[in-house]
């Protein structure tokens, strides 16, 4: 069983906005935080977002400013959404979600990943 499906990625160029989805399933969105993580070619992945059950969210510093992480409770839907785009925010962006948090931009105990979406911003 799918539990997490992002969608919404793609080509965009820089300075563009681009929002992703994340369907999740009942339990995958009951859990206690959910996430956006990111992985480049040839870099570590990075946790870009996160979202915890009150709604408390948490951003990394390279993002902050111009991605915003959401729920809508009513379709158990993540999203994220993505402005002013530069060519070093290219990656593949998953999400996850897991029993507890960080206080940065970090879910705990992963239980539910997501497979992808690509995200190519071109100069």
């Known amino acids: 069983q799918v539990e997490l499906v992002e969608s919404g990625g793609g080509p965009v160029q820089a300075g563009g906005s681009l929002r992703l989805s994340c ?3 009942r339990n995958a969105y009951r859990s206690a935080c ?3 993580i990111r992985q ?5 992945r990075e946790w870009v977002a996160r979202i915890d059950f009150v709604g408390s969210t948490a951003y ?3 993002v902050k400013g111009r991605f915003t992480i959401s729920k809508d409770n009513a379709k158990n839907t993540l999203y994220l959404e993505m402005n002013r785009l530069k060519p070093e925010d290219t990656a593949m962006y998953s999400c ?3 029993s507890a ?3 940065g931009p ?3 105990n992963v239980g539910y ?3 992808g979406t690509q995200v190519t911003v071109s100069s």
């Open 23 to 25: 369907a999740a399933s």
């Open 34 to 36: 959910m996430g956006w």
């Open 40 to 44: 480049a070619p040839g870099k570590e």
């Open 60 to 62: 990394a510093d390279s």
């Open 96 to 98: 996850a979600a897991g």
């Open 101 to 103: 948090w960080y206080s």
């Open 106 to 108: 970090v879910c705990a």
């Open 113 to 115: 990943w997501g497979q």
